[in-house]
């Protein structure tokens, strides 16, 4: 960091936390450290946004959750995904309709050290709780590891109506792509690519009807330091990231 940015000072998490002029406290470390660190941050009286996700399990999660109630304090987990203009217009244009299914697609080439479970499929998940709620049972459908314990992962929730949510995640693709399609009942599809969405109507014709290039991370930025002076409550905040890894559990057979 000192190379690229050497006007920024480096300071210890300790001298942080210390410091009484620091507010609020944004952790982006590896996953295993995230409940450690936010414990800390909570225990000194420091607003948190805290990267996905919150914690390595549910329980890790949940003891950050009522730490932050107990002393009151704005908890955000960086679910960035579900401040993008698109996610919110497509919640929009979904409020009150049936769905057949969902689509999650999501190829990149890259891995990291940490098993894609969690550094990539709680990203769907917290798409899939933000639009649908609470699935009624999620599974594995394909697991497949090459550089890392597992780098391509399909899985599947279902809801209520044979409703179901697919998540197909690879992350050894030679291509990149993000897409998001949703069909509804009346046989309509919406597709979130990129900053767009599109809806193709049941006789095949297909049009753009959204398009907006803001960046999600300052918009949820904004949005949690906007809470902190008593703002609206973020998507994410609160309980959002230990409800992302209760339904992960369930995934895992850990419920």
Not at 24 to 46: D, E, N, Y
Not at 83 to 97: I, V, W
Request: aromatic share 4%; proline share 4%; glycine share 8%.
């Amino acid at each position: 960091m000192s190379e690229h940015h050497p006007d920024v000072a480096r300071r210890t998490l300790e001298g942080v936390l210390a410091d009484t002029s620091v507010g609020a406290v944004a952790v982006a470390t590896p996953i295993a450290t995230h409940a450690k660190i936010g414990r800390a941050v909570l225990g000194a009286g420091k607003h948190l946004l805290i990267e996905k996700p919150m914690a390595a399990d549910e329980a890790e999660a949940r003891t950050l959750v009522d730490l932050a109630a107990a002393k009151q304090l704005t908890l955000v987990t960086g679910y960035v995904s579900l401040y993008h203009p698109c996610y919110r217009e497509l919640a929009k244009l979904l409020a009150g309709r049936a769905i057949k299914s969902a689509r999650l697609i999501w190829k990149k080439q890259g891995t990291f050290e940490e098993a894609v479970e969690l550094n990539l499929l709680t990203h769907d998940l917290s798409i899939a709780l933000g639009l649908f709620g609470e699935p009624s049972s999620a599974r594995t459908l394909r697991r497949e590891g090459s550089v890392t314990e597992a780098d391509i992962l399909e899985t599947e929730l279902r809801y209520p109506n044979d409703v179901t949510v697919s998540s197909s995640i690879d992350r050894t693709s030679n291509e990149r792509q993000r897409l998001i399609e949703v069909v509804t009942a009346d046989d309509e599809t919406i597709t979130w690519d990129g900053p767009a969405l599109r809806l193709r109507a049941k006789d095949g014709a297909e049009r753009e009807i959204f398009r907006d290039k803001r960046q999600p991370l300052a918009i949820e930025v904004g949005e949690f330091l906007a809470a902190i002076k008593g703002g609206s409550v973020p998507p994410t905040a609160g309980d959002f990231g230990a409800r992302v890894l209760a339904v992960h559990a369930t995934i895992q057979g850990l419920q």
